[in-house]
């Protein structure tokens, strides 16, 4: 994997999805969000990521902290884990609506509150809208000041590891496939948006 240079104008970022809950779809959303914004990707996770993103994803023990690079990680025993989540713009923390994975995202929002970093919370996989406000108002009850996403469930995150295609690139496939995936993308583009502009882009590398 190599490191580009970048021009001093242009916005270095670095993204890490962490939640201590697998399944949640961590490593879809890290793969998707790294091609669609053309950056680095890597994870301390097995995964088919270096197959389907060739070049500019890679798998470690204990990934190095570069520029432009989307971390995917499970939890924070690694060692460096923490540190790469200190550097990040945001932290991405999906979660589905199940009880269990609600309980692992709010032990995991605990520990990283304290790094200050701006979070983005991923309601995923949600069938109803109980579902979805449940989750939601679950985790409100417990924290303020989280950045709230929601994506119900839908075919595009199971394809988009399959077939090695971002969202985004799922999405523009077909005029069917604009038409089955324009919900879920629509809060994709709302996702990304936030990611790449406001705040969090004032946020000072270490």
């Given amino acids: 994997m190599q490191v580009t240079q970048k021009n001093q104008n242009e916005v270095l970022m670095i993204l890490s999805t962490i939640n201590k809950k697998g399944g949640v779809g961590k490593t879809a959303f890290s793969f998707s969000i790294a091609k669609d914004l053309d950056l680095f990707l890597q994870s301390n996770d ?80 949600y069938q109803s809208l109980e579902e979805k406000e449940q989750a939601s108002s679950t985790l409100q009850s417990n924290f303020t000041d989280l950045n709230f996403f929601f994506f ?34 629509t809060e994709y583009q709302r996702l990304l948006d936030t990611l790449t502009q406001g705040a969090i882009n004032e946020r000072k590398h270490p």
Wanted: glycine residues 4%; contains cysteine.
């Fill in 46 to 125: 097995s995964s088919i990521i270096e197959s389907i993103y060739p070049d500019k994803a890679k798998i470690s023990t204990r990934p190095s902290l570069i520029d432009n690079c989307v971390y995917d990680f499970g939890g924070f025993i690694q060692s460096g884990v923490l540190d790469i989540a200190q550097a990040s713009q945001a932290i991405i923390i999906p979660c589905t609506p199940l009880y269990n994975a609600l309980l692992k995202t709010i032990e995991t929002i605990q520990e990283l509150q304290a790094l200050k970093v701006p979070l983005m919370v991923l309601i995923t996989d």
């Fill in 152 to 185: 119900k469930r839908s075919k595009i995150v199971e394809n988009s590891m399959r077939k090695g295609l971002s969202f985004k690139e799922l999405f523009l496939q077909t005029p069917l496939s604009r038409l089955h995936y324009k919900t879920f993308i």
